[in-house]
């Protein structure tokens, strides 16, 4: 039973380029969750995807950020403009269903070093 | 802004010890609670879930909810060099920030041999 996959788990870009990152939720699991943790600080959740709905993007920065999670395919999560502020390692996380209680299973994280 | 606070360490016991983690919230209404393991340079790794006052146990884990307190603790039986990492304490969000996860900054612990 595969995990949650993302990929890269490495990306490296120059300030101002673009960083695409991409999720694939457990097999059943239809709830995606990105979060974010910075050198020395703890994880800081992002936004919350249903298939093609965004549930909660509270914690989104309200500029260059964006998160979609299509019928078909990975979630991903774009940042445009990269700043050496965003390097930092990206985990998703997926449930079955959102009911209070239902597990979030981490992915292995992209880290981004922005250059 | 709901806060979930640990003590971060770093924590070090021998082999064998008992390990004491602990974790406190604000949100008095909350009603799900997590622990994560996380390796340095790895993902977090659920080591166990709780939701009703009292003890859960699973091996040498166990997991102690208080919510008259607000407080949340592991313990670790029989501690092992492998048991060495950060450990994570997650509040699940109420109503609008169901979604969401509140993590704690998380304890280093060091079991040494």
């Known amino acids: 039973n595969a995990g949650v996959m993302q990929n890269p788990r490495h990306l490296v870009r120059r300030r101002g380029q673009e960083a695409r990152l991409r999720c694939s939720p457990m097999?059943?699991?239809?709830?995606v969750y990105w979060y974010r943790q910075l050198p020395e600080e703890g994880l800081k959740f992002m936004v919350y995807?249903?298939?093609?709905?965004?549930?909660?993007e509270s914690g989104m920065p309200k500029e260059r950020f964006s998160a979609e999670f299509p019928k078909e395919g990975p979630s991903i999560l774009r940042i445009q403009q990269v700043v050496r502020g965003d390097s930092a390692a990206y985990f998703c996380?997926?449930?079955?269903?959102?009911?209070?209680?239902?597990?979030?299973?981490f992915g292995p994280g992209t880290r981004l070093l922005v250059l | 802004q709901k806060e979930v606070e640990q003590n971060s360490g770093p924590l070090s016991v021998p082999e064998g010890a008992i390990a004491s983690l602990n974790c406190t919230y604000s949100?008095?209404?909350?009603?799900?609670f997590f622990w994560y393991r996380q390796y340095s340079g790895k993902s977090p790794e659920l080591i166990m879930s709780?939701?009703?006052?009292g003890d859960k146990e699973d091996g040498r884990f166990t997991a102690q909810l208080n919510k008259a307190s607000q407080y949340v603790s592991l313990l670790i039986r029989d501690s092992q060099p492998s048991d060495s990492a950060t450990y994570l304490c997650?509040?699940?969000?109420?109503?609008?920030?169901?979604?969401?996860?509140?993590f704690g900054r998380g304890t280093q612990l060091t079991v040494w041999p």
């Open positions: 995807l249903q298939k093609e709905n965004i549930i909660d």
């Open positions: 996380a997926s449930s079955p269903r959102d009911r209070s209680g239902e597990t979030q299973y």
């Open positions: 949100d008095r209404g909350s009603q799900s």
């Open positions: 997650a509040v699940r969000g109420r109503g609008s920030t169901l979604g969401r996860l509140y």
């Open positions: 709780i939701y009703s006052n």
């Open positions: 097999k059943g699991h239809s709830h």
